[in-house]
Structure formats: C-alpha cells, structure tokens
C-alpha cells in the first residue's frame, strides 16, 4: 500500500539555526500538506501545495517557514531561524484532490529546539 | 472564532460495548468533515468521511447534522485495539480557501 514517507524521524537543532524536513507525498497525489502537532496539543494546519505553488496557508505560516517541491518526488519545509516555540511534531500528508478530501498523513519528524 | 470542540474524555470502555462520540464546529460554511484516529505519538490515520446521508463501515457510522453543526462517530463492539484519540476534522472556506481544522480529539480507552 502506497504511503506517505518523511526524514529524519528526528531532528534536533539549536535556536536560530535552519532546519529542512523532507516528505516524500504518495506518488500520483496532487495535493501536499504540512502539519504541527506541539504535544499535548491539536493538529495545526500550517500549508497546502498544488502545481508546484502554495495553495492555502495559515496564520503560522509566517516568513520564518517555506516549502519547495525540489524534484518529483520530495516535498520539504524549511523553518529558518528556529525558535524553542518551533518544537513540535510536524507531519506531510497527500492527497488526490482538495483538503476537503481524503488525506493520508506521514510518520511525522519531532522536532527538538534547543 | 471559528472551531471545532470535542470532548477530550478520556472514554473508559469494557471491550463490546457501544460508545458515541460527538463533534461541534462554529463555521456554518464548512464543506467536509472526517474522522482520524491517532495513536500515542503517531499520525493521524483517516477512519472515515462523513456524508450528509450517513456513512457506516463496519462497526462505525458517522452522521452529519448540518442544521445543529454536529458530527458524531459511533463505535459497535469495541475492541481493545480501538483505543486511541479520534480526532473530528473539518474543512471550511476562509477568503477562497479550503483550510482544514483539526478538534483537540477524544480519548477512548477500551478495557478487557
């Protein structure tokens, strides 16, 4: 069964340093998702991607956050400057249509900022 | 504010019996609604869509009540394998834009 994949599982950074998370989203999706999940918390929307531009994005996705589709198959999250705030578990999700379809998420990278 | 508010529970279970879950939103435009369970540190995993008519599979069915802008998931026979957090998500319209809203989830732990 196709699923969606993401590295590294963790990632532990220091405050104000860069940070990439890859995904590699279902292949014949269109559609592509980045979450957060600070513990203890809900699930945040944070961006939607179709056709190679950011589709719908939230109120945290701030200049401090960008998404590439660098290559068929990866799509990433670049967060610069982390801030300790920025810790939390943040997962990809693809789907074949728009939000409001179906979404299979990925595992997840936990990001710790120190 | 627009929200989506479940109950956090826990819901403590004995293994078959019948447990409800229920989901309010605020947003009156929202467009698609779904049920996902998360495990303990895991991602979610879609359980289901949830349609205007009602939808069943297996031994959970969901309902739509657009009128009192509830969801609810109903869980036959529970099984020890189905504890976990379902979280009610619904998509809406914000200035063109479909955003999904997640609900804090409610936690079911069924018991032997």
């Known amino acids: 069964e196709p699923e969606v994949t993401q590295t590294p599982s963790h990632q532990v950074t220091q405050m104000g340093q860069e940070v990439i998370l890859r995904c590699v989203p279902i292949?014949?999706?269109?559609?592509f998702y980045w979450y957060r999940q600070i513990l203890g918390q809900k699930v945040e929307f944070l961006v939607s991607?179709?056709?190679?531009?950011?589709?719908?994005k939230s109120e945290i996705f701030d200049d401090q956050f960008s998404v590439e589709r660098p290559d068929g198959s990866n799509f990433t999250l670049k967060i610069r400057s982390t801030k300790l705030e920025d810790s939390a578990m943040y997962f990809c999700?693809?789907?074949?249509?728009?939000?409001?379809?179906?979404?299979?998420f990925g595992p997840g990278t936990r990001l710790t900022v120190t | 504010r627009k929200e989506v508010e479940q109950d956090p529970g826990p819901f403590n279970v004995p293994e078959g019996a019948t447990v409800a879950f229920n989901c309010t939103y605020s947003?009156?435009?929202?467009?698609?609604f779904f049920w996902y369970r998360q495990d303990c540190r895991k991602e979610p995993k879609l359980l289901m869509s949830?349609?205007?008519s009602g939808n069943e599979d297996g031994r959970f069915t969901a309902q739509l009540n657009r009128a009192s802008q509830y969801i609810s998931l109903l869980i036959r026979d529970s099984k020890l394998s189905d504890s976990a957090t379902y979280l009610c998500?619904?998509?809406?319209?914000?200035?063109?834009?479909?955003?999904?809203?997640f609900g804090r989830g409610t936690s079911l732990i069924v018991h032997p």
């Open positions: 999700a693809s789907s074949g249509e728009r939000s409001h379809y179906e979404q299979y």
């Open positions: 292949s014949n999706h269109l559609y």
């Open positions: 991607f179709y056709n190679n531009e950011i589709s719908e």
């Open positions: 947003n009156s435009a929202s467009q698609s």
């Open positions: 949830v349609y205007s």
């Open positions: 998500v619904v998509t809406s319209v914000s200035g063109g834009s479909y955003i999904p809203t």
